[in-house]
């Protein structure tokens, strides 16, 4: 099995990280039931590609995405680059809320720190900003943290680019996480354009489209039954789209797939998608290998416009929560 040879800094005179990670979100639970050998499996298999950027949160599985990071890192700290998130609590009836105050902070790093099985995080992110909290004073206590070497580096989840600014004169922001892909381009550029200034390492996140622009792309009679169907722009209406990104795959001689996070790592960005399969790791791995000239990927943009996607990013539940 070929390792990969392509590392980035995390931002500017950061660590060297994978050029592509490792969104381990999918594996406990959040697009159907999980076996978690299997998912420790892909992890290590992953680590066997080279593949060191991994990324998780306290809230996927709530506690159990990181309980299985852990178990797959034993024997093998020194082999990852570990990124988790901390912000998400749940309320009175389940409600999905959102916690930045300080004392939070430290204990939610303390319970992540017990999952993982680990001495430090290499990436600690504030995964939604808590809008009843300055931001000044969440990123202070992680600050701390980094202090108390519980934390290498910190960053950002979803935050305005404002925000971002505002965060970074408390304290030096490695990463800046937010949802980009071919697809949904539009929210995050201005957040690319700051990273870039400020230098901070930009993470895109879903860049498959939650898997719109894999060459398993949902017919549209297929699309409904499965957690996608809630997503606005999982419609048939930019399966168009996808149709558009699979004939300049075919004549680029890859996968959609390849294809779409080439283009994420043609603009600077580092992605992480997330799968429960082997084979589907190793495809989107091969995607490093995908070179883009500044012509293909006009073209990209020009097949697939920042604006032509249909409906927005998130249900109207969630997307008042998802970038402030």
Not at 139 to 147: S, T
Not at 182 to 204: K, M, P, S
Not at 284 to 298: F, G, R, T
């Amino acid at each position: 099995m070929e390792r990969i040879s392509r590392y980035v800094p995390l931002g500017a005179g950061g660590p060297q990280v994978s050029a592509l990670g490792l969104g381990c979100m999918s594996l406990s639970g959040a697009y159907g039931a999980n076996d978690d050998a299997e998912g420790v499996k892909l992890i290590r298999s992953a680590l066997d590609r080279g593949v060191t950027f991994l990324d998780t949160a306290d809230m996927y599985g709530w506690g159990r995405n990181e309980t299985l990071v852990g178990a797959a890192l034993a024997g093998r700290r020194g082999e990852a680059f570990v990124a988790t998130k901390f912000g998400y609590v749940r309320g009175e009836g389940d409600a999905l809320l959102i916690n930045g105050r300080p004392d939070y902070v430290f204990r939610a790093c303390d319970a992540s720190l017990a999952r993982l099985k680990l001495d430090h995080i290499d990436l600690y992110y504030q995964h939604r900003v808590d809008p009843d909290v300055p931001i000044d004073e969440t990123v202070d206590a992680m600050g701390q943290l980094v202090r108390k070497g519980k934390v290498r580096h910190i960053g950002l989840s979803e935050a305005r680019p404002e925000t971002i600014r505002r965060a970074q004169k408390v304290f030096p922001v490695s990463a800046a996480q937010t949802e980009f892909s071919l697809l949904y381009r539009v929210e995050a550029q201005e957040t690319l354009e700051t990273t870039r200034e400020l230098g901070i390492a930009f993470v895109a996140c879903s860049p498959l489209g939650r898997g719109l622009l894999t060459s398993a792309a949902p017919s549209s009679a297929g699309i409904a039954g499965d957690r996608p169907a809630t997503h606005p722009r999982f419609s048939a209406r930019n399966l168009e789209l996808v149709d558009r990104l699979a004939q300049l795959a075919k004549a680029k001689g890859c996968s959609p797939s390849q294809l779409a996070l080439a283009y994420v790592l043609a603009k600077g960005a580092i992605p992480i998608p997330g799968t429960r399969r082997l084979a589907r790791l190793e495809e989107n791995v091969e995607a490093l290998d995908v070179a883009l000239s500044e012509q293909d990927v006009a073209a990209l943009e020009q097949a697939i416009p920042a604006d032509a996607a249909a409906g927005e990013r998130y249900p109207p539940d969630l997307l008042a929560k998802a970038c402030l």
